[in-house]
């Protein structure tokens, strides 16, 4: 079955850091990516939608300028928290689907914890 | 996409049928139903969809009312490794690669 592989899966790191999630698609071509954000005991919640090779589109709340998105090949697509602060601690989980209509499969999730 | 209702948490007996309802009363002609569920602290696992026939994989049973308001997973014989959150959405299957908006789910907790 399709697999989506997140990588790192789990990163402590100082405040004002600045970090980069991968999001990759291994045996398939992965048209549109999503990238989500959960809480503990919440449900999953859309960040942005991503279109290979197109500008990223954000939910309302969710500030682009922060959470820099690259979708710039039809396997990779990037999520980079700039200038992380404790409240940005959180699971980060990126899907991907292609272009054959198939479910959406996940990655495995980054749990971010910023000092 | 058409709003979901689940039960918040269940119980099942390990080795016993685990059947999760979800009520969608307001699912378009051109809905699919979805089932996804997420064991703690991994990402969603895709379970299952179906369109208005019932459905079967290697994973679980998929039953649709006629009137498609509703429908029911099942885990035919639950195992200890299938308590987790369990996500019932609906929406378009289409090419645009729409988005799945989560509610908060069904939390199956299978017991020995």
């Known amino acids: 079955g399709a697999v989506v592989s997140q990588h790192p899966s789990w990163v402590i790191c100082k405040s004002g850091t600045s970090v980069k999630i991968e999001c990759r698609s291994l045996?398939?071509?992965?048209?549109?990516m999503f990238w989500y954000r959960q809480f503990p005991k919440q449900s999953l919640m859309l960040m942005a939608t991503?279109?290979?090779?197109?500008?990223?589109?954000?939910e309302q709340g969710v500030e682009k300028d922060k959470f820099l998105i690259n979708h710039a090949s039809l396997t990779l697509s990037t999520l980079t928290v700039t200038s992380a602060h404790p409240e940005d601690s959180s699971f980060y989980i990126c899907?991907?689907?292609?272009?054959?209509?198939?479910?959406?499969?996940f990655g495995d999730g980054t749990r971010l914890s910023i000092l | 996409d058409a709003k979901t209702t689940q039960p918040p948490s269940m119980d099942c007996a390990e080795g016993r049928a685990a059947n999760l309802p979800c009520n969608h009363s307001?699912?378009?002609?051109?809905?699919?139903v979805y089932w996804y569920r997420q064991i703690h602290s991994q990402g969603p696992q895709y379970i299952i969809h179906?369109?208005?026939n019932n459905e079967t994989n290697e994973m679980a049973s998929l039953i649709i009312t006629e009137d498609r308001k509703s429908s029911t997973l099942i885990l035919p014989h639950a195992t200890l490794r299938d308590t987790a959150v369990y996500y019932c959405?609906?929406?378009?299957?289409?090419?645009?690669?729409?988005?799945?908006?989560f509610g908060g789910g069904t939390r199956l907790m299978v017991k020995p």
């Open positions: 899907s991907a689907t292609g272009r054959d209509r198939q479910p959406q499969h």
């Open positions: 045996d398939f071509q992965a048209t549109t």
């Open positions: 991503s279109n290979e090779g197109s500008k990223a589109t954000y």
């Open positions: 307001t699912i378009s002609g051109n809905e699919y």
């Open positions: 179906g369109l208005k």
């Open positions: 959405i609906v929406r378009v299957l289409n090419n645009a690669g729409n988005m799945l908006t």
